[in-house]
């Protein structure tokens, strides 16, 4: 059964913690992205993965770090720097260089801060 | 900088009559444009899309329509129904890998 898992569902941070979100693809897809959700703002771009070992930054990176060592992985790390945590996070995977096709995306994860 | 905008937060429709999102755009190099459905807690589902090469997309209950001159799309269904109801998210892409994403309208399709 194919998809994105993101995991855990709902994450909480301390003070000067960093946190990290999994997200794991099964559809072989080049092309993953991490996107933040904010109460009326839709949804941001924070990173972006054509390739393995590649990545680049999108509209709201700061604070933010992304590695891609697997084609399957692309977890994303909310550091210690980022002053508004909180927020409803999505990972989305798609075919690489094809502007025609949909992005898929997981469940979600639910980040708050404590 | 909102690339992508959907005006109307929210939407109320009866059950059978016909249920209009609207969204509007800034940069004219947006291409390809999608509509996404969310339910709470969940990840957006793909809807419907449709090229800058065509004016009108049909799927089944679900229309979008591409107005480029205006930098305007909509999304009819028709006949709403109840399990209708949830967030939709008006999306643009300016070719590449970077898609836009609209603040999205909450439909509620009443019975």
């Known amino acids: 059964d194919g998809g994105i898992t993101q995991s855990p569902k709902y994450l909480f941070r301390k003070e000067g913690q960093n946190v990290t979100l999994s997200c794991e693809q099964n559809?072989?897809?080049?092309?993953m992205y991490w996107y933040r959700q904010d109460p009326g703002q839709g949804l941001r771009l924070i990173y972006y993965?054509?390739?393995?070992?590649?990545?680049q930054k999108g509209d709201i990176a700061e604070g933010y770090s992304v590695s891609r060592e697997k084609k399957e992985s692309f977890p994303l790390t909310v550091t210690s720097a980022q002053k508004n945590p909180t927020a409803f996070y999505l990972c989305?995977?798609?075919?690489?260089?094809?502007?025609?096709?949909?992005?898929?995306f997981g469940s979600g994860t639910q980040l708050s801060v404590l | 900088d909102q690339q992508v905008k959907q005006n109307s937060p929210s939407l109320s429709v009866q059950e059978g009559r016909i249920s209009i999102l609207n969204c509007d755009y800034t940069?004219?190099?947006?291409?390809?444009f999608l509509w996404y459905k969310k339910y709470p807690a969940e990840g957006p589902t793909f809807l419907i899309s449709i090229s800058s090469i065509k004016d009108k997309n049909e799927d089944g209950r679900f229309t979008v329509f591409l107005n480029k001159s205006a930098k305007h799309l909509s999304l009819h269904i028709v006949p709403s129904q109840p399990g209708d109801s949830a967030v939709y998210f008006c999306?643009?892409?300016?070719?590449?890998?970077?898609?836009?994403f609209g603040a999205g309208t909450r439909l509620t399709v009443k019975p």
């Open positions: 940069n004219s190099m947006f291409d390809y």
């Open positions: 993965s054509q390739i393995v070992n590649d990545f």
């Open positions: 559809l072989n897809h080049d092309a």
């Open positions: 999306a643009a892409r300016p070719g590449g890998n970077d898609m836009r």
């Open positions: 989305a995977s798609g075919p690489p260089d094809n502007y025609n096709e949909k992005l898929f």
